[in-house]
């Protein structure tokens, strides 16, 4: 087979014979719930086109012989990927598998090799948040195509229909925003994410749709590119000393929303008198910091438990590989004192 060939994956020789993925694999694992002759049929198809499947995916879902996932992480550092990792770990555990963990670093080719890494290591299944850095998905693709379960939690790809579980970012975003201007506030900024990434446009979208409710044009409110606290601290002071200084800050994770804090205290604003704060996630800072921070609670445990129900059900056969499985997990407001 020439080099630059793409591999052949039994969707697309489901495709060539009008039959169902299913019945490709059990033609090919010789059932006799398929016709001889179609058995035949797809076999020869399969080694002329050297289809490669994931033999050791497919004994694992079948004889569960070594059960062991593959998670990536964007970066171990942050509070709410280390609980979704403690909640996938846990739900795991209930079915005896193991967990092969490993970080993008928020670095697109890293991610690839880890993909590429995982799949030759035999791993059964891949849980995994994408990078900020991810614009193209063929590495996600590719292992679909083999056969090998794939789930997304927190960051997903739009371009690649697969099962994700996700927080219900638009309404956390806009309950949190809404409850800002019932305190007062007027002017709220925000603070996001690349907008190429999907919970940056989702939360994005309800600090925008709270301010139009109540009658606040969201062009007049300050927008920043800004998600992490050294970046905060750094643009903060400009936009505390401008002209159309916000009352208020909603911010797209906890990190940024204290750097929002302690600059402005360090400006000599009192916090929530002069500035309102909110973050999201609800992690460990939130409540070691003074004032301790309103936040977005995300429940990160359970967005990792239920990744991994449904990673484990598709590896088990108690749920079809190709299904697209997609939940979403409630968020809660937690009122401290960087509010009034």
Not at 134 to 159: A, E, Q, W
Not at 312 to 327: L, N, T
């Amino acid at each position: 087979m020439p080099e630059n060939r793409v591999p052949i994956t039994m969707k697309d020789i489901a495709r060539e014979f009008g039959v169902s993925v299913a019945t490709v694999s059990r033609a090919l694992k010789g059932s006799p719930r398929i016709s001889e002759k179609r058995r035949n049929e797809i076999v020869a198809y399969a080694k002329a086109h050297d289809f490669s499947p994931n033999i050791m995916a497919e004994s694992l879902r079948n004889n569960k012989t070594m059960k062991i996932i593959g998670v990536i992480i964007p970066q171990f550092t942050h509070y709410y990927f280390s609980s979704i990792l403690s909640g996938i770990e846990d739900e795991a555990l209930k079915y005896g598998y193991r967990l092969l963990v490993a970080q993008s670093d928020e670095r697109y080719e890293r991610e690839v090799e880890t993909c590429n890494s995982f799949y030759e290591n035999k791993v059964c299944g891949i849980i995994v948040s994408q990078s900020k850095n991810t614009s193209r998905y063929d590495h996600f693709i590719s292992l679909m195509n083999k056969g090998l379960p794939l789930v997304f939690y927190d960051r997903i790809c739009t371009g690649v229909d697969a099962s994700r579980v996700v927080v219900d970012d638009y309404m956390g975003a806009y309950s949190a925003v809404e409850y800002m201007i019932g305190t007062g506030c007027r002017n709220i900024a925000f603070y996001g994410s690349s907008m190429t990434l999907e919970i940056s446009k989702n939360r994005y979208n309800g600090w925008h749709d709270a301010l139009l409710k109540h009658g606040i044009n969201p062009n007049d409110c300050i927008r920043k590119i800004c998600d992490n606290r050294e970046d905060a601290e750094r643009i903060t002071p400009e936009v505390l000393n401008a002209d159309n200084r916000p009352d208020a800050f909603f911010a797209i994770n906890d990190d940024t929303a204290i750097g929002i804090m302690y600059t402005a205290k360090r400006m000599g604003l009192r916090v929530p008198e002069d500035i309102s704060v909110c973050g999201f996630t609800n992690g460990q800072r939130a409540v070691a910091c003074d004032p301790m921070l309103t936040t977005v609670e995300q429940n990160g445990y359970k967005v990792g438990r239920e990744a991994a129900d449904i990673l484990i059900a598709k590896v088990e056969g108690r749920m079809p590989v190709d299904k697209v499985e997609k939940r979403v997990i409630r968020t809660r407001l937690i009122v401290r004192g960087t509010t009034k």
